[in-house]
DNA sequence: TTCTTCACTTCCATTTTGGAACTCGGTTAT
DNA sequence: ATAACCGAGTTCCAAAATGGAAGTGAAGAA
């Protein structure tokens, strides 16, 4: 039984990951790429031609080409025409794009917290609405209390359930605590505020 | 006036970018590897011992050593031994990594919103405080209203303010609208949902 | 004594990324 | 009408990161 292909795995490369049976791999398969996020940030920002990015980002053409390429056939970005005679061409967000926006948040609110030295961030984010400059928070859409690791749990969904059924892995626990033991250890290195 | 460091920007390595004045820049600088953050996902799930991620990733022990070593040294994990005699260690989330709970939650949610075939989503995530299976939300803490990425903008905040100040380069609009223009261009192809 | 487990290293091949220069269609400046 | 100048890339090669296989070393266990 130790075909390839029958149910025994071999190492993973870094271009399959989107086969294993994990959202967050999935995701990072898309936008898991180095420049692939800041050239979405960009994209949000209206930093949306060729050229722009390339000098906004300082990386080369090469890398930006392909990345471009990869973002459209990923359905992140839409190449358009912005003007004909000449034929030039921009990148505008697709739905799919769009919906990665909380993605660019909370990477915004985790170096804001953690990486920002003392002369302040980068940049505030202003909810339109209601005028503030504001840190978004993640919260249960059920009872609207704000999400703590600790008072979460992860447990298998339909396709993990269906693969535990389907071929010889078997799902060890039905609910997994998520960062139950995360406390910080006694001589844990004091991470920067 | 081209003097090399005298204002004079050259080609960014992927090593240099958390010295972008940009949050996200500075976020992936640390957890923006390959990997790193399955391996985070990994110590969330409570797979803290370097064989379990070995096994549970299929990466190479070569890797794993590097990607530990530098989330240690950049304090989202402490190396902690659970056992003396004979000598072994756990991995463990700081308080810092711990922070990055909001980001593994949006990795989560994009990725089984748009790359969950129709087996369904491989995990689903319970609230324990109200028992429910949730999504969870971004919201305005002000006015508690979901974000919406067209209803944000950027603003530059402390360090883009003070660099505009200290150095040659401009800050061109003192407020950017995000997103303003991300209409769905008429021929963009359809991304599955 | 040899075997196994955990937690890694070392060595080398393959893949990805980075740097420099070049292309190509169209436009404006002289 | 020719030269120079965009914007949006390509091509070619060198450097760095990653992947695969095998080895190490300390402590129990058989």
Redesign the interface.
Known sequence: MSVKGAGV????R?NE??TM??????????V?D??T??II?D????IRRFDAIQHD????PHRLSDRLRKLVRD?IL?R?AYERHPHRFEY??????????????????????????R????????????G??????????????K?E?R??????????K?RALGDGTTVKQS???????????R?????RV
Not at 9 to 12: A, L
Not at 119 to 130: I, N
Not at 151 to 160: C, H, I, K, N, Q
Not at 177 to 185: G, V
């Open positions: 795995v071999g190492k993973m870094w990951i989107d049976t994990c959202s967050i791999a999935r995701t990072l398969s898309v898991g180095r420049w996020m800041l940030r994209v949000f920002l209206g980002l300082r990386l080369t359905e839409a358009v505008r967000l697709t739905r799919k794009g769009l919906d990665l926006y909380p993605l660019i948040v909370v990477l915004v609110e985790w170096g804001d917290r953690w990486m920002a030295g002369e302040g961030v980068p940049v505030e984010l202003v909810h339109r609405p209601c503030h400059s504001i840190r978004p928070e993640l919260i249960c859409p059920n009872c609207k209390s999400i690791p008072e979460m749990s992860a447990r298998p969904g339909p396709a993990l269906k609910r997994t605590k998520l960062a139950s033991q995360a406390q910080e250890p001589d844990a290195p004091k991470a």
